[in-house]
């Protein structure tokens, strides 16, 4: 199968007619100015920074457009410690301490609050805070065998592009993950369908790291054996993903034993599958889910759904407590996972799991449910406004 390479992104030639002043942060690290009147986004920018820049886009409502010299600098601003960072679309802040980020972040939040929902918090928990580097668990690192680039690049997209970052490390991964980086690259480069690999997912829990290796073309038997001692040189386990995601199986088949990660607070430990959704963040999931569990305060009796529960992530807690959870999701495997980690647990007695389309039947769906003490509601990236609105 012969791959398709888009053409790399034009990049930014034309100049703003002059420095702009950035006035506050926007969703995705951008900075936010006006350019006579028109709303501009600049990325590379920081608030209170007077930086020249180019466009990138131009649309009706706003425009796009990217830092090319910061003539007056934030204090906020600090180095990258990614060689990488300027060109590699897995981060967009790197530049801003971390502080400074939270606070942003949380002044975006209290902004679409009161301009979506016209309300406004009497008062801000603290932030949910965990390491700045080498936090990420999971990840989707794509693969291409580039020889103009020497070989086989495996890593995340650049900006405003589809080619892949030449990156040997990464300072977010998982240190486990990031020090994969470059012998991965030279594994795959010595495959014989080295051209035929698109996609890793990478997986680090507390006890294992997991590889999941899509490939476009049947393996070698010299491939499988070159697969199986990288495994045991670097203490992992791949899984292979010829086809769709039911596809995916062990290498070598024996080797099937259930990922699984822990909630400590709770004393729980929750299976899940190769490509099971679980927080890429698991400090942050450690610190998330008691604060979760407080904030509901659930007792015996008490009847609480969790919306969009995935492998039962908050309603297990929930029901260790006491509480009688109905979890709903819309996707059966993980649905099977929760009911799975329920009776692991012994808490089936207290949690019921139904897979439901909380995008196209969520007013049908939270009809059927009768009254709740409690919602529970954590939903992924494209969000739960059918939800809300039901």
Same mark, same amino acid.
């Given at each position: ?26 969703? *995705? ?5 006006? %350019? ?6 600049? !990325? ?12 990138? /886009?131009?649309? #009706? ?8 010299? +910061? ?25 801003? !301490? ?19 929902? /016209? +309300? ?11 390491? @700045? ?8 690192? *794509? ?46 480069? *010595?495959?014989?369908?080295?051209? =035929? ?18 490939? %476009? #073309? ?12 990288? @495994?045991?040189?670097?203490?992992? $386990? ?40 679980? =927080? ?8 998330? +889910? ?21 492998? *039962? /992530?908050?309603?297990? #807690? ?19 996972? @929760? ?17 439901? /389309?909380?995008?196209?039947? #969520? ?7 009768? $009254? =709740? ?18």
């Amino acid at each position: 199968m012969k791959r398709r390479h888009r053409r790399a992104p034009k990049p930014a030639t034309e100049p703003l007619p002059q420095p702009v002043l950035i006035e506050r942060m926007a969703d *995705g690290g951008q900075g936010v100015t006006h %350019l006579d009147g028109k709303l501009c986004f600049v !990325a590379g920018a920081l608030t209170g920074e007077r930086v020249e820049a180019a466009w990138l /886009n131009r649309h #009706a409502s706003y425009d796009e457009a990217i830092t090319t010299a +910061v003539l007056h600098a934030s204090t906020e601003r600090v180095t990258p410690p990614c060689a990488a960072y300027e060109r590699c679309g897995g981060c967009v802040l790197q530049h801003q !301490a971390p502080d400074a980020q939270a606070r942003d972040k949380q002044a975006q939040l209290a902004e679409k609050l009161e301009r979506l929902g /016209n +309300v406004a918090p009497d008062a801000w928990l603290a932030p949910v805070r965990g390491p @700045a580097w080498h936090y990420r668990r999971r990840a989707r690192l *794509g693969v291409r065998h580039v020889p103009k680039k020497g070989g086989v690049l495996v890593g995340f997209r650049e900006r405003r592009s589809s080619f892949l970052t030449d990156m040997t490390a990464c300072p977010v991964l998982d240190a486990r993950l990031s020090d994969l980086i470059a012998p991965l690259r030279t594994l795959i480069g *010595g495959l014989s369908i080295a051209a =035929q690999v698109p996609q890793l997912e990478v997986t680090a829990t507390d006890d294992d790291v997991l590889l999941v290796m899509r490939h %476009l #073309a049947p393996l070698s038997d010299a491939d499988r054996a070159a697969l199986t001692a990288f @495994a045991a040189e670097h203490g992992l $386990r791949w899984f292979l993903q010829p086809a769709g995601p039911a596809s995916v199986h062990p290498l070598p088949p024996a080797d099937d034993r259930p990922l699984q990660y822990r909630l400590d607070t709770f004393g729980l430990s929750l299976e899940f599958g190769p490509l099971d959704f679980t =927080q890429v963040n698991f400090a942050i999931n450690q610190q998330l +889910v008691p604060l979760a569990v407080d904030l509901l305060a659930p007792t015996p009796g008490e009847r609480i759904a969790d919306l969009f529960c995935g492998v *039962g /992530n908050f309603s297990l #807690a929930l029901a260790s407590r006491g509480a009688s959870v109905l979890g709903l999701e819309g996707d059966a495997a993980l649905v099977a996972r @929760a009911r799975d980690n329920a009776r692991r647990a012994g808490l089936a007695e207290r949690c019921t799991f139904d897979t439901v /389309n909380l995008y196209d039947d #969520a007013d049908a769906a939270l009809g059927r449910l009768g $009254r =709740q003490d409690a919602w529970l509601l954590d939903p992924p990236r494209s969000g739960a406004s059918c939800t809300c609105r039901a």
